[in-house]
Every structure is written in structure tokens, then in C-alpha cells.
T-cell receptor, first 112, second 117 residues
Framework: AQSVTQLGSHVSVSEGALVLLRCNYS??????LFWYVQYPNQGLQLLLKYTSAATLVKGINGFEAEFKKSETSFHLTKPSAHMSDAAEYFCAVSSNAGKSTFGDGTTLTVKP | EAGVTQFPSHSVIEKGQTVTLRCDPISGHDNLYWYRRVMGKEIKFLLH????????ESGMPNNRFLAERTGGTYSTLKVQPAELEDSGVYFCASSQDLDSRGGETQYFGPGTRLLVL
């Protein structure tokens, strides 16, 4: 069985501030972990994924995430928020062929 | 190269009616997935096709939902008869190669927003 918990359904930061979106997972086997972003009226876009190589994963748009097995976490960060980062972000885990399990999503608001 | 496309983008129907959603995956992608997000909750897996075969349909909520993928190309998801709780956003995704551990990248379509009144 696998599950994902995203802490905080809404996160608000000021432009230029650090972005931290939290994700904790549960998986019975070594997981693959993903972060997706969804802009209004668009589909899910892959930001980055962890596939058991380096624990620090760099993605698009300046985002990165660190896999911490001891904490079962895969938090998403960006050093400096931009207005265009405002969107909904989803963490997902996949440890069976194909099927992904998603968190509830976190809406990021960026204030000018 | 075109991405995953879904039709229609929005659908409003009355309880008891039938709705058919369509998904066109990226050309050459053997794997096709359907997911659903109901009213701001998590995105939930519905089923997975490998070519024209149903690999995993463990997430299908009940027998009012019927998914097909004739010829292993596009897929349809029919809801008949629709109920109020079927409202939500239906996403389709496709991937090329299946990693047995689940690490392949899935490409998502924009979703179909279904509202059942």
C-alpha cells in the first residue's frame, strides 16, 4: 500500500521568498516520487521525479526536492518565489507498475 | 509533437444521463491511464491500459463506469447513468515504456470537467 500526505492545502509566500511545500509518503517498497504542478485550466506538468539515484533532485523552473528516507519525506523547495509560480502542486508516489497515488494538493499563492 | 488531448474540456449533464469522455494519448505511448479528482480532493487512479488491454482497473468506482481502448489508440470513458457524486475532473495520462517499479514519466492531459446536476 502507498499513500501521500501534503501538509498544508494552502501556502502563501511573498515574491522572492523561499517556497517550501511539504510531502510525506508511505510505501511498502522503495518508491518513485514525483512533484507535479497544475496551472489554471491546464493539465498536470511534471516538475521533477526521484528514481533512487541522487537524493537531491533538481527540476524545472528552479524547483528542487530532497528525498529523505528516514523521514519519509520529499519536500519541494525553491529559493526565490516568482509570481508565475502561483499554481497547485501535487506530490505523488508510484511503487507499482503504472499506478500513481497523489496527495490532496497544495495551492501556492505568491504575493507581490 | 502533440501532447495528451481530452475531449470535451467541460461537460454539464443531468443525473441519469450518459456522458462519454475521450482521451487521445501521445502517439506511440502504449500505456494510458485515467484518473479522477473529485471536489478538491486527491487525484485518484481509475484504471490503466497497456495497448488495448486493461492492466489494472482496481480504481473504477462501480459498474456505471466503462472504459475502452479499441485498437490501442484513443480511449473512452463512459459514465452511464451519471450520478451527482461523479462530478469532478477526469484526467488522462500516457507513458511510453512501463517501468515495473513505476518510475516512468506520465504525461497528463488538461482534463475534462464534469458536472452532474
Amino acid at each position: 500500500a502507498q499513500s501521500v500526505t501534503q501538509l498544508g492545502s494552502h501556502v502563501s509566500v511573498s515574491e522572492g521568498a523561499l517556497v517550501l511545500l511539504r510531502c510525506n509518503y508511505s510505501s511498502s517498497v522503495p518508491p518513485y516520487l514525483f512533484w507535479y504542478v497544475q496551472y489554471p485550466n491546464q493539465g498536470l506538468q511534471l516538475l521533477l521525479k526521484y528514481t533512487s539515484a541522487a537524493t537531491l533532485v533538481k527540476g524545472i523552473n528552479g524547483f528542487e526536492a530532497e528525498f529523505k528516507k528516514s523521514e519519509t519525506s520529499f519536500h519541494l523547495t525553491k529559493p526565490s518565489a516568482h509570481m508565475s509560480d502561483a499554481a497547485e502542486y501535487f506530490c505523488a508516489v508510484s511503487s507499482n507498475a503504472g499506478k500513481s497515488t497523489f496527495g490532496d494538493g497544495t495551492t501556492l499563492t505568491v504575493k507581490p | 509533437e502533440a501532447g495528451v488531448t481530452q475531449f470535451p474540456s467541460h461537460s454539464v449533464i443531468e443525473k441519469g444521463q450518459t456522458v462519454t469522455l475521450r482521451c487521445d494519448p501521445i502517439s506511440g505511448h502504449d500505456n494510458l491511464y485515467w484518473y479522477r479528482r473529485v471536489m478538491g480532493k486527491e487525484i485518484k487512479f481509475l484504471l490503466h491500459f497497456v495497448k488495448e488491454s486493461k492492466q489494472d482497473e482496481s480504481g473504477m468506482p462501480n459498474n456505471r463506469f466503462l472504459a475502452e481502448r479499441t485498437g490501442g489508440t484513443y480511449s473512452t470513458l463512459k459514465v452511464q447513468p451519471a450520478e451527482l457524486e461523479d462530478s469532478g475532473v477526469y484526467f488522462c495520462a500516457s507513458s511510453q515504456d512501463l517501468d515495473s517499479r513505476g518510475g516512468e514519466t506520465q504525461y497528463f492531459g488538461p482534463g475534462t470537467r464534469l458536472l452532474v446536476l
